[in-house]
T-cell receptor, first 115, second 113 residues
């Protein structure tokens, strides 16, 4: 099973709302990632967790708050977002950190619209 | 120096033809070069990958050609099919950069029936 699941598939939220994105994998991977992808652009790395610890934060605004409650789950908490944060949010996982030539497996993404 | 330059931005190929997408890089520390395929509404999926100690890798109709001295690599899709219509991203990473995959800008490939 090489599946990464993400919920919800679509999310519409106002600028004052608080919402969360959820990602799950059962491949025993110990590295998990959040990416943001705008239309017709490549994915942009946001956060990396390695063994449930935050390893990389790519200078992401604090209105995005990641959480890794266990080795299978990754959440992204959203608060006070801006319309320009509307994008496809992708979760990925790999056995170890990707620089070690590890394949990253991507989920289908959550399409977020901020009004 | 961390960039991976990809061309063309879009490509239209007749069914049965050869699709060719090119990428170039500057950072000689890169040691892993994957290609990702992304269909609309889906996340990217690893298609094929190569390491710089190999000049070519073939998997079915997909071939990566790698030129280490020129710091260029390309994806060839033989006998292109309408089901190959997708966006393709080349990418690069290095052991020293830990988790970062540097993606190219993407190529939207359309295969005409």
């Amino acid at each position: 099973d090489t599946e990464v699941t993400q919920t919800p598939k679509h999310l519409v939220m106002g600028m004052t709302n608080k919402k969360s994105l959820k990602c799950e994998q059962h491949m025993g991977h110990r590295a998990m990632y959040w990416y943001k992808q705008k239309a017709k652009k490549p994915p942009e790395l946001m956060f990396v967790y390695s063994y449930e610890k935050l390893s990389i934060n790519e200078s992401v605004p604090s209105r995005f708050s990641p959480e890794c409650p266990n080795s299978s789950l990754l959440n992204l908490h959203l608060h006070a977002l801006q319309p320009e944060d509307s994008a496809l949010y992708l979760c990925a996982s790999s056995q170890r950190l990707a620089g070690a030539q590890e394949t990253q497996y991507f989920g289908p993404g959550t399409r977020l619209l901020v009004l | 120096q961390q960039q991976v330059k990809q061309s063309p931005q879009s490509l239209i190929v007749q069914k049965g033809g050869i699709s060719i997408i090119n990428c170039a890089y500057e950072n000689t520390a890169f040691d892993y070069f994957p290609w990702y395929q992304q269909f609309p509404g889906k996340g990217p999926a690893l298609l094929i990958a190569i390491r710089p100690d190999v000049s070519e890798k073939k998997e079915g109709r997909f071939t990566i050609s790698f030129n280490k001295s020129a710091k260029q690599f390309s994806l060839h899709i033989m006998d292109s099919q309408p089901g190959d219509s997708a966006t393709y991203f080349c990418a690069a990473s290095s052991y020293s950069s830990a988790s970062k995959i540097i993606f190219g800008s993407g190529t939207r490939l359309s295969i005409r029936p």
